[in-house]
């Protein structure tokens, strides 16, 4: 299968996503991974579920409550106890999600191991979003050339 960003995909700062990941305590990668999924729902067949995308928001975002809850009230032993696993389940989800993003954007791009535009499963775990953007903007160089 032949590259198919254009028209899926569009080219986007790798640096500013790196600044809103860092910014936002990491948001912006849910946002991120939510803007890819519709993109690839919308132009694709290859879907990711709308009820998995808003359980895994729902998910990091109480995850996110909860950790933001006990840095401001570390004399609270119990949300300790809750934050941890809250937060086990939503990183799975977390995980599950970019795995989903980085298989569908790998079959898009007709790449497998060993191609310029294959996505690593190794740095896409440390850089996740900000990965697939410089990917995503590689394709889309390579297509207009």
């Given at each position: ?11 986007d700062?790798v640096?500013?996503?790196l600044?809103?990941?860092i ?15 519709t ?8 879907k ?12 990091f ?18 949300i300790?106890n809750?934050?941890i696993?809250i937060?086990i ?11 989903k993003?980085r ?9 497998s191991k060993g ?19 410089y990917?995503?903007n ?8």
């Amino acid at each position: 299968m032949k590259n198919k960003f254009v028209g899926i995909f569009e080219v986007d700062s790798v640096v500013k996503a790196l600044a809103l990941c860092i910014l936002t305590i990491g948001s912006y990668l849910i946002y991120k991974l939510y803007r890819l999924s519709t993109q690839i729902n919308k132009n694709t067949n290859l879907k990711i579920s709308t009820l998995f995308m808003m359980t895994t928001i729902i998910l990091f975002s109480i995850s996110l409550a909860s950790l933001l809850y006990a840095l401001v009230n570390p004399h609270d032993p119990v949300i300790l106890n809750y934050l941890i696993g809250i937060h086990i389940i939503s990183s799975a989800f977390d995980i599950t999600w970019i795995i989903k993003v980085r298989n569908r954007i790998n079959i898009i791009a007709g790449s497998s191991k060993g191609d310029k535009l294959w996505l690593n499963p190794f740095i896409t775990s440390i850089f996740h979003v900000i990965y697939m953007q410089y990917k995503i903007n590689q394709g889309l160089m390579k297509s207009a050339s």
